[in-house]
């Protein structure tokens, strides 16, 4: 009996895929890819209207396709595949995979997506597990039990591919936790073509309900709703179960014919529940659509506990940090208002500079800390009103590395560690205390040395006196491409001018 089972199998052949692309060296490297396992028999198409005609002379049971093509796109030419088989499972290749884009393709029936550059483990596992699961659904002499469970085990795979496209979205970004709700109430509706859609927070003490964030058509009369006791009862039902339900009714419910709630849940416990109101086209819900949902909520409420973990230990380090930093300034009035002005100048030019968010919050966090290792300074050398002795300075010069060591432990601050070891570094490499050189210095450390040195310069000390804003700026000039970088110092002269 087995035997008979592997002769039909083996009569087969190889399974048939066609590769879409107009670009000749992606194809390339895919036939390549899928070629060292020889089990596929592979055409190629370099655009849409050659790959219909081809798609018509066989049977295919894949189609890889890229998204963006000159005359026919991949999204028609995904349109158009499934009106002629489908049953064909189709990939979508693309450079850029945006939540609209993926949400569009998953519901007009791709199974997956390729982003460039590729992986190719990634693509030869995709081609393996969506060929995999057209021969179970089409194999009906198996056991049944048996497809199910294979079946099941293929749709979560497929499933968390696909979806992590979407959730990575969420993820991606260091949104505040009002834009999150914001997207996954998005996200939702899109998800599941939903008119309306609810995040409430749930208030254990008096037992309500409190509308977060209502998104779609109607919003606010669904707002309003809220209070309705039927729904109350069905967001009640959600809570005590911790589960997400799908209910479909006219007779109970006028104002929801079909609504799906999910728990919204931060280490076990009821943050709140997302709710979703009717389709568009006022058709139900279907299981699927409460599967969606379901991801969607998980993926989001761990997204949430990271976060306000995260937070927690970060602004616990932060405390700490400052806490030593104020131990230096106790000693040292010049430190605390210098470590400011370099922190707001430093900010100034990143800004200037097109640096993203994450990077000008790195540097706000370095510029606060940047002199955190004078902590080891003895007072007779730091607050020496004179002139520093050559061994005096040597001393001085090891206060990056010291505090670069003392943020060593935070791992949470990898990028604030290196501005602060190298924020006294030069860009012709006289610096200390490596004497790297030009883009070896991280970019914020170049960045945060300008304003250092500037802040210097231009400050009165015990001393000296401080130069007028003229004389620091031919002195700044001076220095391009020798001891700073020469873009960040024509930033900062903009800034100043
Ligand atoms: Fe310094």
Redesign the pocket.
């Known amino acids: 009996m087995a035997e008979n089972v592997l002769a039909v199998k083996t009569c087969k052949g190889k399974k048939k895929i066609l590769i879409v692309d107009d670009y000749l060296p992606t194809r390339r490297l895919i036939i390549d890819a899928l070629n060292q396992t020889e089990l596929y028999e592979i055409s190629e198409a370099e655009n849409g209207e050659e790959a219909l005609r081809i798609f018509a002379t066989d049977n295919f049971e894949l189609v890889i396709s890229d998204i963006m093509m000159p005359g026919m796109s991949g999204m028609e030419l995904l349109n158009r595949i499934k009106e002629k088989n489908s049953s064909t499972a189709v990939i979508m290749i693309t450079g850029n995979p945006t939540t609209d884009l993926t949400v569009n393709a998953i519901k007009k029936g791709a199974v997956d997506f390729l982003t460039k550059p590729f992986d190719i483990d990634d693509l030869l596992y995709k081609v393996d597990i969506h060929l995999r699961e057209k021969a179970i659904l089409a194999n009906n002499e198996e056991e049944e039990s048996r497809i199910v469970e294979q079946k099941k085990i293929l749709d979560r795979t497929a499933h968390i591919s696909k979806q992590s496209y979407i959730y990575d979205s969420i993820e991606d970004s260091p949104l505040n936790n009002d834009a999150i709700f914001e997207k996954i109430a998005e996200l939702a509706l899109k998800l599941v073509d939903g008119e309306v859609c609810a995040i409430l927070f749930f208030d254990e003490r008096d037992n309500e309900f409190h509308p977060k964030i209502v998104k779609g058509e109607s919003a606010e009369l669904y707002a309003n709703s809220m209070y309705n006791p039927a729904l109350k009862m069905i967001f009640n039902d959600v809570i005590e179960r911790k589960e997400a339900i799908i209910f479909n009714s006219n007779e109970h419910l006028e104002i929801a014919p079909s609504i799906i709630c999910s728990p919204l849940m931060i280490r076990n416990s009821i943050l709140g529940i997302l709710s979703i109101r009717k389709k568009k086209n006022r058709e139900i819900f279907s299981k699927n659509d409460l599967h969606h949902i379901l991801s969607l909520t998980k993926r989001a409420s761990l997204n949430l506990e990271n976060k306000i973990l995260y937070e927690s230990i970060y602004s616990n380090i932060m405390d700490t940090l400052k806490s030593l930093i104020s131990s230096v300034q106790a000693r040292d009035h010049y430190t605390e208002e210098h470590s400011v002005r370099v922190t707001d100048l430093s900010i100034k030019i990143a800004t200037a500079m097109s640096c993203s968010r994450q990077e000008i919050e790195s540097i706000r966090i370095a510029g606060i800390l ?2 955190v290792g ?1 902590i080891a300074v003895p007072d007779s050398i730091l607050l020496k009103p004179d002139k520093l002795t050559p061994e005096e300075y040597n001393v001085i010069k090891n ?2 590395t010291i505090g670069e060591n003392i943020l060593k432990p935070v791992m949470l601050l990898e990028k604030e560690r290196k501005i602060i070891e190298y ?2 570094e030069r860009w012709d490499g006289l610096g200390y205390p490596t004497g790297i050189a030009g883009k070896e210095i991280p970019f914020l450390a170049r960045i945060l040395t300008v304003a ?1 040195s500037y802040d210097a310069m231009t400050s009165d000390r015990p001393y000296r006196l401080g130069m007028s804003l003229e004389k620091a700026i031919s002195e700044m000039n001076y220095n391009k491409n020798k001891q700073f970088d020469g873009d960040v110092v024509e930033a900062f002269i903009k800034i100043l001018t």
């Open positions: 940047h002199d004078k206060h990056p924020h006294h250092d």
